[in-house]
């Protein structure tokens, strides 16, 4: 579907475009049209595969389509390269950055691909510190920099050409609300200024925020145009309904089941559901509370809805058995690194079957307090326990109960699927039968049998998770942490791993998970917020939002309460 265009208006146009790779079954892409307008954000959203990183690639003229033409500001992308290089910026995923080199290096380096010398290159530099904020950090190595930080320079570096389009590859995943409400700051400023922005993104609430929006799966284009269009098509189909917190994963495994119902997800103490535009064949409850939709629901419902499956992993995960020792329990911890605080006095106990999330901004303490608890960092004061075993002193015992899925789903890239799977079942102490019996049986719950000879770096992003999950659980923890375990990942495929992670936790696997996604944290049963190394506020996400509550914001999401609370411990506040 493509709107119409006042052509003076249109900042690329893309026509008719194909693009086939060898050995692929489908296209990438295929038959694409559409007529981007200037100034505005466009978004580009769907599932992981759908081709949105081949369209980008397309239109910044680092790939060539098999048929049809891209014109960018009425260049071809085909014949006229190297003109389209110097008015069009492009922010990669992983922000097309080195690492090993300062933050200044890293301007310099982009600054002598657009050849910039004398005032020019000075000018562009302290344009681009001042607009990003990152002056005070010109010495300090992108490796070091927080993942707001690494997306700030990244959006220096493809600015300092002065671009007239701009094409962001997934600028957000990684970050937190904070940065991501920084970084829309940003971009909106850019826009009314008169750049054209492309923003591919796996959040859909940043959807939302786009003019309009390209929607696309298995390379073909399902929707074009102002996403409020899309959010219409399911007015009057969005319900919640309330159910008490501990019964709220029970309750959405059974509301799945309704053939009415096509997608469901949790909110605290509200469960969210989507229901087909078929007429009901019941009364919706009166429990049932209709809600204003959002692009989310509109974009499972275009796909298809969610699965309505049980996870097949929990079928195969024994119950925990129930006694008084916590599994998670930390005592004061506290970690310096030098002269520098990482995390302070941090006490809390996660009891068994619950799912409990460290949430914070980047650079918070998150990770180092999720690394003493899972054994990898000593604590400078305080004590980390697993199952009543001290990870000091009794850390093998300790370790033998824990799965872990780390940022970036900690695979040995260079080793194939198959090669993974052996080796993390021999680091958990399987024996070579028990061994060769889950790495079939994972093999087979997430579907790996296609890829098990290919390298784990090369998988797509939903496989790569599926096996990193599959390596942390073929021991049977008893607790599992999770690390960012979805990041980038898309909604469909968040849904999947949630079904696993709520089966668990119904059998009494005790869950720990960080996240920067704030609807993921909603499936938490209690949530620590960490910031500048304090626990600065725990409860459930009800909880936190109530603290958010005021009269200019009423009913807060748990994102509203994330950056309000933050704010507020800013200002000194007590919370």
Same mark, same amino acid.
Do not use: W
């Given at each position: 579907m493509t709107l119409p265009r006042d052509l003076t208006d249109i900042s690329i146009q893309i026509t008719n475009v194909t693009k086939v790779f060898p050995k692929m079954e489908k296209p990438a892409l295929n038959n694409i049209n559409a007529s981007i307008r200037q100034g505005i954000i466009t978004g580009l959203v769907g599932p992981d595969g759908a081709g949105k990183t081949t369209l980008i690639r397309l239109i910044a003229g680092l790939f060539l389509p098999t048929q049809g033409t891209i014109h960018v500001m009425g260049l071809n992308t085909q014949t006229n390269s190297v003109s389209l290089q110097n008015i069009t910026g492009y922010m990669p995923q992983k922000f097309g950055l080195y690492e090993d080199l300062t933050v200044i290096e890293n301007l310099d380096l982009y600054a002598k691909l657009h050849r910039l010398t004398g005032k020019k290159k000075d000018d562009g530099f302290e344009r681009m510190l001042t607009?990003? @904020?990152? !002056? +005070?950090?010109i010495h300090r190595l992108a490796g070091n920099l927080s993942g707001g930080m690494k997306q700030k320079l990244g959006l220096a570096c493809a600015l300092l050409g002065r671009p007239r389009i701009l094409l962001l590859d997934e600028p957000s995943v990684g970050v937190d609300p904070l940065s991501r409400r920084e970084l829309w700051k940003m971009i909106q400023e850019l826009t009314h200024q008169g750049m054209t922005v492309l923003w591919s @993104?796996?959040?859909?609430?940043? %959807?939302?925020k786009c003019?309009?929006?390209?929607?696309? *799966?298995? %390379? =073909?284009?399902?929707f074009y145009g102002p996403p409020k269009n899309l959010t219409k098509q399911v007015q009057g189909r969005v319900f919640q $309904?309330? $159910? +008490?917190? !501990?019964?709220?994963?029970?309750?959405? !495994?059974?509301?799945?089941?309704? +053939?009415?119902?096509?997608d469901g997800v949790i909110q605290g103490s509200e469960i969210r559901l989507v229901c087909s535009s078929q007429p009901f064949s019941f009364s919706p409850d009166p429990q049932w509370k209709p809600v204003t939709p959002r692009f989310e629901d509109a974009f499972v419902d275009i796909l298809g809805g969610s699965s309505k499956e049980d996870s097949i992993l929990v079928e195969h995960i024994s119950s925990k058995e129930e006694n008084s020792v916590p599994p998670i329990k930390a005592q004061n911890l506290t970690k310096y690194f030098g002269d520098f605080r990482a995390a302070f006095d941090i006490s809390f106990t996660i009891q068994r079957g619950e799912i409990f999330g460290l949430l914070g901004p980047n650079g918070a303490g998150k990770s180092t307090i999720f690394k003493m608890l899972c054994g990898l960092l000593q604590p400078t004061k305080g004590r980390a326990r697993v199952s009543g075993f001290d990870l000091k002193t009794a850390s093998s015992e300790a370790r033998e109960r824990i799965g872990y899925m780390a940022q970036k789903f900690s695979l040995y890239e260079d080793l194939s699927v198959k090669q993974n799977l052996d080796f993390f079942s021999g680091v958990y102490g399987l024996t070579r039968t028990q061994r060769n019996e889950r790495v079939h049986l994972m093999t087979r719950i997430f579907g790996l049998h296609p890829y098990l000879n290919e390298n784990a770096g090369l998988l797509p992003l939903g496989f790569k998770q599926r096996l990193a999950l599959a390596c942390a659980v073929m021991h049977e923890p008893d607790v599992l942490f999770l690390d960012e375990p979805t990041s980038g990942v898309d909604p469909l495929t968040r849904r999947e791993f949630w079904s696993h992670i709520n089966g668990m936790a *119904? =059998? %009494?696997?005790?869950?720990? $998970?960080? @996240?920067?996604?704030?609807? #993921?944290?909603?499936?938490?049963?209690?949530?620590?917020?960490i910031y500048n190394g304090l626990n600065i506020a725990i409860g459930t996400p009800d909880d936190l939002k109530k603290k958010a509550k005021t #009269?200019?914001? +009423? *009913?807060?999401?748990? #994102?509203?309460?994330?950056?309000?609370?933050? #704010?507020?411990?800013d200002h000194g506040e007590n919370l």
């Open positions: 607009f990003t @904020t990152l !002056k +005070p950090f @993104t796996s959040y859909l609430d940043e %959807g939302d003019e309009e929006v390209i929607l696309l *799966n298995e %390379g =073909k284009l399902l $309904v309330h $159910v +008490p917190l !501990k019964e709220r994963r029970m309750a959405l !495994k059974q509301l799945l089941k309704l +053939p009415e119902v096509i *119904n =059998k %009494g696997v005790t869950i720990m $998970v960080t @996240t920067h996604f704030m609807e #993921e944290a909603e499936y938490c049963d209690h949530i620590a917020l #009269e200019l914001l +009423p *009913n807060p999401t748990l #994102e509203d309460a994330f950056i309000t609370l933050i #704010e507020r411990s």
